[in-house]
């Protein structure tokens, strides 16, 4: 069965990075795009951009683009994604999400929160 | 870059039907904008209901369907339970950017 495995919680300091992994199995990993989400303390969920295991291609969101990075490791089906330069506003859960492209989402992952302290 | 709008809050009764929609700032929804919706439940991850306009997954109850209703995205649940009191978002697909709309919480009352 398809599992999306995340990495626990972290907690970091202010400009500090931290580095989500996502295991995958179940399935083929380049044959799915991987994509990540993350959803604050009592707000909403919000896109953070894709990654194509297959070619490495990304797309990012404007509001985090220039601060993260999205990698996969094909030999252990795992893919993380990287936030530098930490701040308040980056305290949230984050989860990642198998996609077919970046169009259509189906398995999650159960989420890694992410406390940024000042 | 584009918003996406959800109601806020909906309440309908156990055995109800109920409409949720979901709209774009850039103009109307249309398959194009490969709608997504995803339920939430408190302490949980998301889960998918339905990608692509209306492909429902296996684990999708019968009654989520969604579709394309007057300029917008629409999930319709029909013979309402209890258990569909959730948090519900629809993302859209703008051309490489994906948004969330801002949720509907679903109470059944």
């Known amino acids: 069965q398809v599992q999306l495995v995340q990495s626990g919680a972290e907690v970091k300091k202010s400009g500090a990075s931290v580095r989500v992994s996502c295991k995958t199995s179940?399935?083929?990993?380049?044959?799915?795009?991987i994509s990540w989400v993350r959803q604050a303390p009592g707000q909403g969920l919000e896109w953070l951009g894709w990654?194509?295991?297959?070619?490495?291609?990304?797309d990012y969101s404007q509001k985090v683009q220039g601060r993260v990075t999205m990698t996969t490791d094909t030999s252990t089906s795992t893919a993380y994604m990287e936030l530098r330069s930490l701040r308040s506003d980056d305290t949230a859960t984050y989860y990642c999400?198998?996609?077919?492209?970046?169009?259509?989402?189906?398995?999650w992952g159960q989420g890694s929160l992410v406390t940024v302290s000042s | 870059q584009a918003v996406v709008t959800q109601e806020p809050s909906l309440t309908v009764s156990p055995g109800g039907t109920v409409t949720l929609t979901c709209a774009s700032s850039?103009?109307?929804?249309?398959?194009?904008?490969?709608p997504n919706w995803f339920q939430q439940k408190p302490g949980q991850a998301p889960r998918t209901l339905t990608s692509?306009?209306?492909d429902r997954h296996s684990w999708t109850p019968a009654r989520f369907s969604a579709s394309l209703l007057g300029g917008k995205a629409a999930l319709t649940l029909s013979g309402v339970q209890p258990e569909d009191e959730a948090d519900y978002y629809c993302?859209?697909?703008?051309?490489?950017?994906?948004?969330f709309g801002g949720g509907t919480r679903l109470t059944v009352l």
């Open positions: 999400a198998r996609s077919q492209g970046d169009i259509s989402f189906d398995f």
């Open positions: 179940g399935y083929t990993f380049n044959r799915f795009g």
């Open positions: 990654i194509s295991p297959d070619n490495g291609h990304t």
């Open positions: 850039t103009g109307a929804v249309t398959s194009a904008n490969f």
């Open positions: 692509s306009t209306n």
């Open positions: 993302l859209l697909y703008h051309g490489g950017v994906q948004v």
